[in-house]
């Protein structure tokens, strides 16, 4: 499988991606297997891969536990596995002062509780993995992590008696498991707890099979060979849609041709846009940034935009607020952006690059991490962070920026010192920032 092609046509898609899925639940089946790890590009099947492997797992007359990363994960999970099989008993397994959101309170056959040995009853048991290590009880045949390069080695320690096999399914191009607290006393060590689960995992068990999804179904034609080059170049991918297929169009036409009004329509046109405001040394929040990240996304709304996709609704859909996202390197700017927003675009999704990691969108807008800065840190240049944020979108992508963000890579190399028994991420955020950035210099927009 190589990447960058000119995409499949959605036979061609469906069919590799079923060879790698019937892989995947082979190797399940094989009572040798200790773990399966399963590499998957933005929108590629994730949570259906492991509704999936879950209910198959379940057919065979064994309870399986699900880990989770965060409660939002769990629920969602909750809700496919429970939409796909009514008749299936699924537990919740949630804190004391958990409230069961709507989308898990719907399904009478979901049964949350705060401990699992009132979950004897379920098939499934879902929970997040903060909350599985406090279960002191009970040894499971199979466990499936879910966004397993989110987790953190030391959870997956302290949960490893848990269970005898595990499938671990995650993306390994987004965002690392981070910490508010000093870890280099950890590094080298094989057993670091920054490191990701399935990091720590295949260096300790290097047989364990590994695979490697190769269909994107969110990303389209236009944005599935420059993600998948800039963070993927171990794991290409390609679009599940071919050129064309997808379309965005204004139900309103532009009066006069402003730079707000360009910037949407060479992304409804191409995919992408770099809206580039003027060179400038910025505070963190960005007052003309984030002015223009919200007369982006309200004018985007008032153009009345439809999304035309041949597996969603072919004859058009109104691409309403909450289809819409805003994305940023950091909650302050997220929450500029939120108080700048009108009343109409309220409802529009503003958020940091961590809480978007696994969400879907029609349109993105994207105040890119190094604008307006004078330094390049390495929080800023991490790859996993644009990873997520140019990889939200189903249709569309625009990219706020300043314009100097070259110059500013130039000056500042990629300087990560090579620590001994650390294995080297590649690519690092230096090389995917310029690719990104050579991607998107044909479709920019400077700002008037």
Not at 55 to 78: C, K, P, S, Y
Request: proline letters at 7%.
């Amino acid at each position: 499988m190589t990447g960058g092609g000119p995409g499949w046509t959605g036979d061609t898609a469906s069919a590799a991606a079923e060879r790698v899925i019937a892989a995947v639940l082979a190797d399940l089946r094989a009572p040798s297997a200790r773990g399966v790890v399963v590499d998957s590009p933005p929108g590629a099947g994730k949570s259906t891969l492991v509704v999936r492997a879950a209910r198959e797992l379940a057919a065979g007359g064994t309870q399986v536990m699900i880990v989770a990363q965060t409660n939002e994960q769990v629920d969602d999970l909750v809700h496919r596995l429970a939409d796909a099989d009514p008749s299936l008993p699924i537990g919740r397994l949630s804190a004391a002062d958990y409230q069961p959101t709507p989308r898990v309170a719907q399904h009478a056959n979901v049964t949350v509780d705060t401990a699992v040995s009132h979950l004897r009853g379920s098939a499934i048991i879902v929970g997040t993995a903060a909350k599985w290590t406090h279960v002191a009880d009970g040894v499971w045949p199979w466990a499936i992590v879910d966004e397993a390069y989110q987790m953190r080695s030391d959870l997956l320690l302290r949960i490893a008696n848990r269970f005898e096999r595990a499938l671990f399914v995650g993306d390994p191009g987004q965002l690392d498991p981070f910490s508010t607290v000093e870890t280099t006393r950890w590094l080298g060590l094989t057993w670091d707890p920054m490191q990701s689960a399935v990091a720590v995992l295949l260096r300790h068990n290097p047989d364990i099979p590994v695979h490697r999804l190769p269909v994107s179904w969110r990303l389209p034609a236009s944005a599935a060979e420059p993600v998948s080059k800039a963070f993927y170049p171990f794991a290409p991918f390609e679009s599940g849609t071919a050129e064309g297929e997808r379309r965005l169009t204004f139900q309103t036409a532009a009066i006069g041709a402003s730079a707000v009004d360009r910037a949407i329509e060479t992304a409804a046109e191409t995919g992408w846009t770099l809206y580039e405001l003027p060179p400038r040394h910025t505070l963190r929040t960005d007052a003309e940034a984030v002015a223009a990240c919200a007369a982006l996304a309200e004018r985007l709304l008032q153009r009345g935009p439809l999304a035309f996709s041949p597996d969603r609704l072919p004859s058009g859909e109104q691409v309403t607020p909450d289809r819409i996202a805003i994305g940023t390197a950091h909650r302050d700017q997220a929450a500029a952006i939120r108080q700048a927003l009108g009343a109409t675009a309220q409802q529009i999704t503003v958020d940091t690059a961590n809480r978007l990691q696994g969400r879907e969108y029609d349109v993105t807008i994207v105040l890119h991490p190094l604008s307006g800065r004078r330094d390049a840190t390495a929080f800023h240049l991490e790859s996993g962070r644009l990873c997520v944020l140019t990889s939200r979108h189903r249709h569309a992508c625009i990219v706020v920026a300043r314009a100097g963000i070259q110059e500013l890579l130039d000056a500042h190399p990629s300087t990560e010192p090579v620590h001994l028994n650390v294995p080297v991420k590649f690519p690092d955020g230096w090389e995917a920032n310029q690719a990104i950035l050579t991607h998107l210099t044909p479709y920019k927009v400077r700002a008037s």
